[in-house]
């Protein structure tokens, strides 16, 4: 490496290109050589009344290459609500493309079924909102207070009923960190540290297993409690030591802990005193 030789390398570079003849195409007399796929940008015209000049032939979103061009329109409260054209024909399949080109997970895949729910409140929630894609937000976070989660199921009939593309809907739902598209899951551990299984760590994590009716590091049936092993120990908390998404629950104990695990599981009404 010799300091500095780029820089001689550059200026030489920028010398030699000085005292070469320029070279102009006298556009638009001479026409430009322009590359077999080269497909220009498209420009729309307006007529005397300020509208487009479009005939909705749909021949722009059919040539597209990357399916990038939706055709549409608004309702007569001004909302985009309506579309067109033969890219709808396709649209799950465009739409979730899309995705994958922006970089996104897909939630499911093109015509893959998924879990029906009642779609009843989704339904009274959409009334509420009067169907306005412009308040997509509020409906999603309804959507989840009615079912915990935003599942498949009601993302497809926000969009069938709103008329926004799934592709939005799913965009807008996966933006907002508070919102989720799987139910929460509530964790149960049990530490294993030295203090813990001498204290009795392994009867009790037999006794919720028992209550669970799970295996340890398995979930529940209904996949809502997962039953594992606490990495580390809670400072200051005792042994041995029961965790429920990471915070001790003091009052279970070998005597209670089957019974504890059952009412967490909804088994019976038993009341849980720590969450």
């Not at 989840?144 to 926004?164: C, D, E, F, M, N």
Request: with cysteine; proline share 7%; charged share 20%.
């Amino acid at each position: 490496m010799v300091p500095g030789l780029g820089l001689l390398k550059g200026m030489a570079l920028t010398l030699r290109r000085f005292f070469q003849p320029a070279v102009t195409i006298r556009y638009p007399e001479v026409p430009a050589d322009i590359a077999v796929k080269f497909r220009g940008r498209l420009q729309l015209l307006y007529d005397e009344h300020g509208a487009l000049k479009c005939e909705t032939c749909f021949q722009c979103a059919q040539a597209c290459p990357i399916e990038c061009i939706d055709m549409g329109g608004t309702d007569t409260k001004g909302r985009f609500a309506v579309h067109w054209g033969a890219a709808e024909t396709y649209g799950e399949r465009r739409e979730e493309s899309a995705l994958r080109r922006s970089g996104r997970e897909v939630p499911d895949a093109p015509y893959a079924s998924f879990a029906p729910i009642d779609l009843g409140p989704v339904d009274a929630i959409l009334d509420e909102q009067d169907h306005d894609p412009h308040r997509m937000l509020s409906i999603l976070e309804a959507v989840q207070a009615a079912y915990g989660h935003l599942p498949v199921a009601a993302l497809k009939q926000i969009s069938h009923r709103t008329g926004a593309w799934y592709a939005m809907v799913y965009g807008t739902a996966s933006y907002y960190r508070h919102l989720r598209f799987e139910r929460t899951v509530e964790e149960v551990a049990v530490c294993r540290c030295t203090a813990c299984l001498l204290a009795g760590g392994g009867r009790l994590a037999e006794s919720i297993g028992e209550g669970l009716r799970v295996r340890l590091g398995q979930p529940t049936p209904d996949g809502r409690i997962r039953f594992a092993w606490l990495s580390t120990h809670v400072p200051g908390a005792p042994s041995p030591l029961v965790a429920l998404d990471g915070e001790p629950q003091a009052e279970v104990t070998a005597a209670n802990a089957a019974a504890w695990a059952r009412a967490l599981a909804g088994e019976h009404p038993a009341t849980r005193t720590v969450h």
